[in-house]
């Protein structure tokens, strides 16, 4: 008797116990089967939709590893590695052209030059004209960046899935459009069925609030609700390798953060952008990679709002506010868009994890910070260790 494997709505067959029930097939959950089930463990995956559609496919596919710092800066490291290995095993192309911070600012480039000496190796610094060699294109009012050579670039909507195949063809099992209902020690009951196991993960990102509030509650989880828009490359930008960062990018980073130069920043940028920090703007972007079927086109981002409970209005001044950022940045006057969406990812102001076993054999794992791409994988291998 097996689990069925299929994206078809099946009854799951109780018959048989397995070692790790997984609740979530987003990245975080695919990060702690890839882990299992490669320590010979028999690993199940649910999941409620017939496909990731969350924020593990809503976001830049940027592994972003040199600008955390602490605990997340210790999992990017590991998960770089991880993801490197799984492009290998699955097919999977990973960009390693890294990502240039570009600085328009005085304040910016000082940000850049203390973090180049705390870093040392992992930052070199650019002058413009070896910025617009690595970008594809001069950005407009540069005096200088910083290249962060160990980040890794992959497109998200495809690799994703890619991942999961991959993962069903090494055995784990994979319940598509299976609602959980409840988890219980031993045991995950869904809308098709129970699931016994030894050890379950909840990776349910935001959503951990509703099957575990007192936990959510305890951390501050809100939902971060973000705005993205993908667009045609204006005619002034080539081929981007690298994943590309601005000024308000080093704010928004750990590593870049708690630099000394980060204040006189922050202040900056009150001053003169007010706007920026009023729609929490992370300005950054990246092309989709050529085996994409949307290739070429730029993911621009992004804009952070926050809530227990999402709004259901779409705000077009965030849109527009980040549309009129990127013509500044670009030198162009028009930029066609082809999609907008909303990402929603977990947000605490008590760390970037939240790890918490609210039962026997039962543990909830969450990314809090929107750093899920860049730490997961790392975070997976020490949460099933």
Known sequence: M???ASADATAVDSGRRADVAIVGG???????AWHAVRSGLRVVVLERDEFAVGASVRNFG??????????????????REEWLAIGEAAGIPVMTAGTVAVARRPEELAVLEEFAEARGDEVSLLTVAQASDRLGFAPVGAIGAGWLPLDLR?????A??????YLESRGVEFHRRANVLAVEPGRVITARGEVAADRVIVAVGHDVDRFFSEIADEHGVQRCRLRMIEVDAPASVGTVDPGVFTGTSLLRYSGFAETKAAEALRDALDREAPELGAHGVNLMFTQRLPHSPEAGRLVLGDTHHYGVTETPWEDEESDELLLDQFRCLFGSAELRVRRRWRGVYASSETGPYLISDPQP???AVTVTS???????LGLAASVLS
């Open 154 to 158: 992959v497109d998200s909507p495809t």
């Open 361 to 363: 054999g039962v543990t």
């Open 62 to 79: 940027h592994i972003c590893t040199s600008a955390q710092s602490g605990l997340a800066y210790d999992y990017a490291l590991r998960s």
């Open 370 to 376: 929107g750093i899920g791409m860049t730490t997961a």
């Open 2 to 4: 097996t689990f069925a």
């Open 26 to 32: 987003g990245i975080v959950g695919l990060a702690h």
């Open 160 to 165: 994703i899935p890619a991942l999961a195949a």
